[in-house]
């Protein structure tokens, strides 16, 4: 739909014509002209494409993971059938874990935040470092150019002071 008004409106733009909604005229779309969101073809439709999507952008929210079954989780639950007293022992346990796992939660999060300031460092010193090498750059050239000025100004110095000691001979002379 959003294609749509976007054509309308340079359409509109192109014919200068107030085609509003309360106008006489009504507006009219050659939808040959329409690409498809999916195969991005033209005068075809998404609603009619059976072509498979395109899901660069999106985040796909179905994922599968391979399910493992560790010994460990066999072994606990074989110890918990065989004696009753287990049920005492593993909530103190569970308890535990949910602190470490808490403290190690906020540890994390310290250290992703860390961790973005960290990256916001380097990426603020690869822009300082990329700005002076510019600066370095242009110094360079300049320091070229300014050479060669010198050294025509030298020149020019050594020409006006060969000039001024051959009019004081002629003045001398005279």
């Known amino acids: 739909m959003a294609m749509l008004t976007m054509r309308a409106r340079r359409f509109l733009k192109r014919t200068k014509r107030n085609l509003g909604a309360n106008g006489i005229d009504t507006i009219g779309f050659d939808m040959s002209k329409v690409k498809c969101y999916n195969c991005h073809r033209r005068g075809h439709f998404a609603r009619e494409c059976k072509s498979p999507r395109d899901n660069r952008n999106k985040e796909t929210t179905r994922r599968t993971f391979p ?82 000025d010198i050294k025509l100004l030298k020149l020019d110095v050594m020409l006006r002071d060969n000039a001024l000691a051959e009019l004081r001979k002629k003045f001398e002379k005279d």
């Open 67 to 148: 399910a493992e079954v560790s010994t460990l989780n066999a072994l606990v639950s074989q110890c918990s059938s065989s004696s009753s007293g287990s049920d005492n022992e593993i909530a103190p346990c569970s308890k535990a874990c949910s602190k470490a796992y808490a403290t190690l939660q906020t540890h994390y999060d310290n250290l992703t935040v860390e961790f973005r300031k960290s990256q916001l460092d380097v990426l603020s010193y690869k822009t300082g470092l990329e700005s002076v090498e510019a600066r370095l750059v242009v110094y360079q050239k300049n320091e070229t150019v300014f050479e060669e």
